[in-house]
């Protein structure tokens, strides 16, 4: 059997798939240009290239010297304001960058990819639960420049028998149990690290965007799954690319939402800590409800989450953030 390679497998969400991929018997070898990654993150006995996933020698090197047979791929920018200001940096490194490492796999001879996709593809969705037909509009370049690779898959599919699998992940969320790696994106802009660090004391306070929504509290709903969930996705969808007629885009949610304030409840249950918040305007571009249809996955791989509940997802969190105040040693 040959070996998995995980661009971006420094990252928060490629970090908890290469130990769970490990943890499986995988070979795993990463490629990371650690642009917002943490090598500490990406255990000492994986083999990391430091580099681009458009550098087509390295690739080579990698994909002949370790036998990659198949590729997760996570390596992207996955900022929504930072697309919005510079649209050109987002359809480069996450459209351009893309199309031109999966063509070199090709040549190569490597035709299986797990690509890292997003909700942001729907936009803002007409009806939810969001299935995998609904209509994709995304709303900022972030969202276009992984729908455009969506669809590339489908001529690169027809043209050279590419097997891949687009995973449209809601909202990744938590840490290891162990809380030895989590979630460290500089910014941070996700909801659940930014109530922990005002729970340490890092922050004045957790802002709330908005009490007006049409939602049972008026504050936006969102589906959180554990990262430990989504890594599993990865890697049953891997085993399941081996038929071709897998290939295809699969939402990864858990088709439940939290509010905002149900997720603030919840920390303050588990840190035991009176975190302050203070409400604010809405935000431009932000829909009421966002949960998954996950009908598809659930049949297709068979994936049933163990951790997505909002306490594991909390707790975990709070160990990693408890552990590492200061995040990782290295910083990006
Ligand atoms: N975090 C979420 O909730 C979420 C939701 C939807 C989709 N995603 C997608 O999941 C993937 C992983 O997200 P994350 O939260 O782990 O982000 P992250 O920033 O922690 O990880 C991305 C990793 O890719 C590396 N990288 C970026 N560009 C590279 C390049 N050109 N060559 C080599 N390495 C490169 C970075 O150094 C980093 O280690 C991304 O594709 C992101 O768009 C994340």
């Not at 571009?285 to 994936?303: H, M, N, Q, R, Y």
Request: charged share 20%; proline share 4%; with cysteine.
């Amino acid at each position: 059997m040959g070996s998995i390679l995980v661009t971006g497998g420094a990252g928060y969400i490629g970090s908890h798939t290469v130990r769970v991929l490990l943890a499986q018997g995988a070979q795993v070898v990463v490629l990371d240009s650690l642009v917002t990654g943490h090598k500490e993150a990406v255990p000492a006995e994986v083999p990391f290239y430091l580099g681009d996933i458009c550098d087509a020698g390295l690739v080579k090197t990698i994909v002949e010297s370790q036998e990659v047979e198949a590729v997760i791929h996570f390596a992207a920018r996955s900022l929504v304001g930072e697309s919005m200001a510079k649209p050109d940096l987002y359809f480069y490194e996450n459209t351009a960058k893309t199309n031109l490492f999966v063509s070199n796999l090709l040549q190569l001879g490597v035709n299986k990819i797990v690509f890292s996709s997003t909700a942001a593809v729907y936009g803002l969705p007409e009806t939810v639960p969001i299935s995998e037909e609904s209509p994709t509009s995304p709303i900022n370049p972030y969202g276009l420049s992984k729908l455009m690779i969506e669809a590339s898959f489908h001529w690169l599919e027809k043209a050279y028998g590419l097997k891949w699998v687009a995973l449209r992940y809601f909202n990744a969320a938590g840490a290891s149990l162990d809380g030895s790696i989590g979630e460290e994106h500089l910014p941070e802009t996700h909801l659940i690290p930014l109530v922990l660090k005002a729970a340490l004391g890092q922050r004045d306070a957790i802002q709330v965007f908005g009490t007006d929504y049409n939602t049972l509290d008026g504050t936006c709903i969102r589906d959180y799954i554990h990262v430990l969930d989504l890594a599993e996705a990865h890697v049953l969808a891997l085993k399941a690319l081996d038929q071709q007629s897998n290939s295809g885009v699969y939402n990864v949610g858990t088709g439940q939402g939290y509010s905002v304030l149900q997720v603030i409840t919840s920390a303050k249950k588990v840190t035991g800590i009176d975190i302050p918040v203070v409400e604010v305007a809405r935000r431009s571009g932000d829909p009421d409800v966002l949960i998954a249809k996950v009908a598809k996955i659930e049949k297709t791989f068979g994936l049933k989450t163990r951790y997505s509940d909002l306490e594991t997802i909390i707790a975990s969190a709070w160990r990693w953030h408890q552990n590492n105040p200061d995040g990782y040693k290295s910083k990006s």
